[in-house]
């Protein structure tokens, strides 16, 4: 357990929100479809085998980012296009192994979302990520991105494969409401907090979506680049742009401190809902 020393020094563990982070996170999550596929199928792994190996992976990154006291990004980023890949595999599990139906698969891991964002409110009355300073808060932050990306994963599929929409229009549709949830954000002043975590889960069918469109052979109404090429390239993205990502924030992040009573975006209290400052630019967090 964190000591009292340790969070008073701990910093956020969360990078900052912008452009690029989406953009990462769009190419992890995109990673996460073609690689559990990749190691499933080509490979012939099998889907029992591949999530072990995964996830005994993910266990040791989690591990690693826990260990830090602030935000390290090739730590973080590596735990994220894990988990992103463990997530797809949970639910791939629970519909090909254990026979569950996409339309039960997508109201369960809403239904197991929602159960942790409300234990997460009701222990820290805040699920702000500017303010993931402890490892009580940690835990909350990354069990609610695992089943994010599970979610993503079987409403994806629902949307693409169950519904019949195909890879191109169901990508389409999930970027659609992505952009309105932005216009509601700007235009509107959609709470910060709501606003993020619903284009964080919808990142998920979004970038699964464009992953098999470019990886999926044509018959199956994708462009045939394969797996192990549509994740080489997405990876190659992803570790492009971490090093450029942090050279831009680090400075900041480094000069800002964030214990757990004085954090700027808690406005000085300890479990305050993230309010965007007045005097600052509107971001998408």
């Known amino acids: 357990m964190t000591t009292a020393t340790n969070r008073a020094q701990m910093q956020n563990k969360v990078p900052a929100v912008t452009f690029n982070f989406w953009l990462i996170k769009l190419l992890a999550v995109t990673v996460g479809e073609t690689a559990a596929d990749y190691m499933n199928l080509d490979l012939d792994l099998g889907l029992a085998t591949t999530s072990w190996i995964l996830s005994g992976l993910l266990i040791a990154a989690l591990a690693l980012q826990f260990a830090q006291v602030k935000y390290v990004h090739w730590i973080y980023w590596v735990s994220v296009v894990l988990i992103s890949v463990v997530g797809t595999l949970v639910t791939d599990n629970l519909v090909d192994n254990f026979g569950v139906s996409l339309e039960a698969t997508t109201l369960f891991f809403s239904v197991v979302l929602a ?48 519904l019949g929409f195909g890879y191109l229009e169901a990508g389409v549709i999930f970027g659609v409401i992505i952009a309105a949830i932005t216009c509601a954000y700007y235009a509107f002043s959609l709470n910060s907090i709501l606003a ?67 954090h700027p975006d808690d406005g000085g209290r300890q479990f305050a809902t993230y309010r965007r400052p007045a005097s600052t630019a509107p971001s998408t967090e």
Do not use: N
């Open 196 to 262: 993020f975590w619903l284009v964080y889960i919808l990142t998920r069918p979004l970038g699964a979506s464009f992953g098999d469109l470019f990886a999926q052979p044509t018959e199956h109404g994708g462009l045939a680049f394969g797996t192990t090429l549509t994740s080489f390239i997405f990876l190659a993205g992803i570790a492009a742009l971490i090093p450029f990502m942090t050279t831009r924030t680090q400075g900041k992040q480094e000069r800002r401190r964030c214990p757990l009573r004085s």
């Open 115 to 162: 159960a942790t964002f409300a234990l997460w409110y009701a222990s820290e009355r805040t699920l702000s990520i500017h303010t993931i300073v402890t490892t009580r808060r940690e835990t909350f932050y990354w069990l609610a991105v695992l089943f994010t990306f599970a979610l993503g994963t079987a409403a994806g599929d629902l949307t693409a494969e169950g």
